[in-house]
């Protein structure tokens, strides 16, 4: 369809303002100026919302300059007849007369009002009024349209601009249809329509960094609490010094607590690192069994002293040869003690947590096994990313922030290797079979 050069020139003074950088509602508002001066209106109000929208913005002109409304937009606006009318239209609607309270509270007596749609989702809408009755011309309905499908995109843009935080560059956007024909602007809309899944993955990362921000906060300050407590316990100025017995217990919580916090810069640490490739690799002749059976012994008494918990641990081989590979032993170490943490963070009380080494080829693979609550196929796809945690994490409330795996596969990569998990039923409907095996060259 072909418009007027009238329309296209609205249209083209509507795009400019949105290149602006202006701030939401100043845009909004100056948009509904513009509106309102080329219609020769009484007033123009703009709404980017039909009422279920997250949050409401608006922009409104009258021909005192006005940029305040006189009645509030909520609920029972939308429910008018008047809006309802509007909402149920794709084009323009003349409204003469309407008994509406907000249409009262401006004394008006004609609307031509349209919704606005962007990727075929109302959005909004822009209504232009007259205090006297008005007959609305073909052309007022055609000027109305190009408005909707600029105002559909500024819309657009004020919600995603509150949701993801994200700053539109205006001006890049604006210069793809620069010195183009307009025509209803669907070049731009479509500039808009291909960036959609950018920002909303932006959205996605922004919300992410806010659950990280939360999770390392609520990470920290449990063991903060727990050392706090424990040095004002230990404090000297108390009025009764402490039993060597209580001494000790708190030493051990200071120690404990510590070393929490540690291990979360630490991993944070790493995980920097190695995104930069700044971790190094120093293989060397390694013997397995040992390695197992140090870790194992640490583990096993971690996990039987846990009253909550109350785990086994088991290392099964497929032979009694003694099992060797060139790696890095303190990288290996670190992936099977993250692979055992995380067995046991996601264990049933009272299971055995079992250690299969075999030997396939050139090369060894190392199951750990658990049994707990399914790992989801959609769980798998994302559970070795950081700050991703799966929803048993959530669900047992298990302290972490969603490093461990992600570390682990990043280490394994560097290793040389790869690894994979598997969620398999037991005779337990409740009960899955969640193993994590590392496959490392010999």
Known sequence: MSHSVESNQLAYELISLMRTGST?????????????????????????????????????????????????????????????????????LAIVDSDASWLEALSARSLLGITTYFQNN??????VGYLQPHQSTTQECEWLQVASEVGAIAFYMAQ?????????DRESAFNLVKGNSFESSQLFKKWYDLTHQQLEQQRQLNQIKDEIITAISDRARNPLSSMKMAMEMLSTERSRPLPPESQARYWDILKQEWQRLNDLINNIVTLKRLETHEVSYNPEQIALKPLLDELTQSFEQQW??????????????ESDSPLTLRSDIQHLTSILSE????AGNFSKPGTTVSIDVTQQKEQVAIAVT????????????????SFRRGEGAI???????????SLVKKLVELLNGKIEVASTPTEDPKIYKNSFTLILPI
Do not use: H
Request: charged share 20%; net charge positive.
């Open 370 to 385: 658990n049994l707990g609550l399914a790992i989801s196929p959609q769980e798998q796809t994302y559970i070795f990313e």
């Open 24 to 92: 939401t509602r100043s845009m909004l508002s100056r948009m509904a100026r513009i509106i309102g001066q080329n219609f020769q209106a009484d007033f123009c109000l703009l709404v980017a919302s039909t009422g279920i929208r997250p949050k409401i913005q608006k922009g409104f002109w009258d021909r005192k300059e006005s940029t305040e409304l006189p009645f509030e937009i909520n609920r029972q606006f939308f429910l008018s007849s008047a809006i309802a009318d509007i909402l149920t239209k794709t084009e323009p």
């Open 339 to 342: 692979l055992l943490t995380n």
């Open 160 to 168: 995603l601009e509150t949701v993801t935080k994200v700053n539109f």
């Open 395 to 405: 669900e047992q409330s298990v302290p972490g922030v969603g490093l461990g795996l």
């Open 304 to 317: 039987q002293s846990d009253k909550r918990k109350q785990l086994a641990i088991a290392i099964q081989t």
């Open 122 to 127: 109302a959005n909004g809408i822009i209504m």
